[in-house]
């Protein structure tokens, strides 16, 4: 502890009312002392300002490239958006297709209707679009959007899906469409 007093002893308040004169040598040491501490602070300053402007230039460089890849994926949710509508439209124009060759008496158009729906389902099922089951299964409010109900004298069909107006869809397990159904009361 003498050691750090005696090191402090020179830097202590001089009276100068008093007896003591001021040290030269002690002057030039407190000189000497701010002058460190002023070149000190100025190269620290000097080294806070090119830091802050490396962090600057960084954000910069990056911010562009953050906006470019937050554009990037808004361009691709638009696409997605785009294929899910064309998902549907190819998915009711096959619904169509099948209602036409339910309705027709020709057997060969019913039976490439029919194989025309099969490689259909094969080939969306590759992509993971699939119809939601509906006909037959409780209204499920994820799935389903009732849209009308009808009365029925079979028990076993009470609160279940009887028809179906137009079919939903699932593409990779996402509902892509509702189906809209008609449930029994």
Do not use: C
């Amino acid at each position: 502890m003498d050691d750090i007093d005696d090191r402090l002893r020179p830097f202590e308040p001089i009276d100068l009312d008093g007896e003591a004169d001021l040290d030269t040598d002690q002057a030039d040491q407190l000189l000497s002392l701010f002058t460190r501490l002023a070149k000190g602070q100025w190269k620290t300053r000097q080294t806070a300002d090119h830091a802050a402007q490396k962090v600057a230039d960084y954000l910069d460089e990056h911010g562009d490239r953050v906006t470019e890849l937050k554009e990037d994926r808004a361009a691709l949710e638009d696409r997605e958006e785009q294929y899910q509508r064309v998902f549907l439209d190819i998915m009711d124009l096959f619904d169509q297709l099948d209602e036409t060759a339910r309705r027709s008496d020709s057997d060969a158009f019913q039976s490439a209707a029919a194989s025309l729906r099969e490689k259909l389902a094969s080939t969306v099922g590759k992509i993971g679009l699939e119809r939601i089951p509906a006909k037959g299964e409780p209204p499920d409010s994820l799935y389903h959007h009732v849209v009308d109900t009808a009365e029925t004298n079979a028990p076993d069909e009470t609160d279940t899906i009887v028809e179906v107006v137009r079919p939903g869809y699932l593409l990779r397990g996402d509902v892509l469409r509702k189906a809209d159904v008609i449930v029994a009361t």
